[in-house]
């Protein structure tokens, strides 16, 4: 073996083991922005990988690359976009796909940089690179996505606030036998940090009109007041 092929294989590995983390770790309630550095490290085995796979076998001029070079760290900040989080959420298992393809399109990115000009591919890695690191930190797609959110912002705002107290009451009769009694999960998906996921108005609308398997409690036996209170106790949830 190669050192290009042990480099190659090596980084591939390990982006694909930590591209399977959410399943592996069954999802611990993860902040955004360490999330979002974790895709770039994620991205960085894959551009590693990618500068590996290309040999000098390859080195000749190819126009075309350079278009996919481009487009596919376009693609990857798309696809961190938070509005698709909620989807993403709902399986480690459609998280850890999401991850792969992030790996995929870094392996892509670096490769068809190379293909296109010998060098060109450590700049597009560098360039998907430091579009994550940013992407961390709010800046790129993130203030976009705010803005698409901004109606649920304003929802927010008129979202009846709950009693927390009661909301905790109402949690261990209706929803601890699913979700845990602290929020932990079980059958439900864990409910920790739930805040980082959905704002108050969009977790009184989601208990309101649930997905099944969960079970619709709402207008019977939860009142709108019963709603906004497990709500606020959700949202409460550390
Ligand atoms: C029969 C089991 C069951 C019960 C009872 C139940 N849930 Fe759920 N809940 C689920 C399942 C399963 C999901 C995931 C559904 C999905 O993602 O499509 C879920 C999802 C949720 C979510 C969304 C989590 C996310 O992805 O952001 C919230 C919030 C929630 N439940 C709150 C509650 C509250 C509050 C109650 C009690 C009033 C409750 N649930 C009762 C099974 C249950």
Request: hydrophobic content about 55%; proline content about 8%.
């Amino acid at each position: 073996m190669t050192v290009r092929r042990i480099v190659f294989l090596g980084s591939a590995i390990a982006g694909i083991v930590l591209s399977a983390m959410p399943v592996i770790t069954g999802e611990g309630g993860i902040a955004v922005q360490p999330h979002h550095l974790d895709h770039a490290v994620l991205m960085l085995f894959g551009a590693i990988a990618g500068l590996a796979l290309y040999t000098r076998r390859d080195d000749r001029e190819s126009p075309p690359w350079l278009w996919v070079a481009v487009l596919c760290p376009l693609i990857a900040m798309l696809l961190m976009s938070p509005s698709l989080y909620a989807v993403v959420d709902r399986s480690p298992w459609l998280h850890a796909l999401d991850h792969l393809v992030f790996v995929a399109l870094a392996i892509v990115t670096a490769y068809a940089g190379q293909r296109y000009v010998r060098g060109v591919g450590v700049a597009s890695a560098l360039l998907l690179e430091s579009m994550a690191v940013v992407a961390a930190f709010g800046y790129g797609v993130a203030p976009a996505a705010t803005h698409l959110r901004a109606p649920a912002v304003a929802a927010q705002q008129a979202a009846p606030a709950g009693n927390v107290a009661h909301g905790k009451v109402l949690f261990a009769q209706n929803c601890a036998a699913c979700h845990g009694a602290s929020g932990q999960g079980g059958m439900g998906p864990p409910l920790k940090d739930e805040a980082a996921r959905k704002n108050l108005a969009e977790a009184q609308a989601w208990i309101k009109k649930p997905a099944p398997p969960m079970p619709m409690l709402y207008p019977n036996p939860l009142s709108a007041k019963d709603v906004a209170d497990v709500a606020a106790f959700v949202e409460s949830l550390k």
